[in-house]
């Protein structure tokens, strides 16, 4: 018996194929930007009180997220990632990025206080 064959595979029964990673991801809507509509609000919520300003209401892939989150965080200052579908930026910037959002054609606005 030859193990070697079996040692990388250890599924015991696989249903539809070998690779299903393509039908299990979601499907994300590509919506271009004047469609979407966006919520900027600064939260302090579980940062241990550091604020952060928090993009929301992307419905876009997240390698368009990627590219937006990286000339946010250059014309910012600051430092920056993509969570969950959310754009957080370090630092209270609400204006600013709603500003640099409305030029690139998105709808945007300030949310919350």
Same mark, same amino acid.
């Given at each position: ?9 250890? %599924?015991?029964?696989?249903? %539809? ?7 299990? @991801? ?7 930007? @004047? ?22 209401? %992307? ?35 609400? @204006? ?18």
């Amino acid at each position: 018996m030859s193990s070697s064959k079996s040692s990388d595979n250890r %599924f015991v029964y696989r249903e %539809f194929g070998d690779d299903h990673s393509a039908a299990t @991801q979601r499907a994300i809507p590509e919506l271009p930007p @004047q469609q979407q509509n966006l919520k900027i609000q600064a939260s302090r919520k579980g940062r241990k009180g550091k604020t952060v300003t928090v993009i929301t209401g %992307f419905q876009t892939k997240p390698e368009v997220l990627a590219g937006l989150v990286k000339q946010l965080k250059t014309q910012c200052g600051t430092g920056g990632t993509v969570k969950d579908n959310e754009i957080e930026i370090q630092g209270d910037h609400k @204006q600013k990025i709603l500003e640099i959002m409305t030029t690139l054609g998105y709808k945007a606005k300030i949310s919350g206080g």
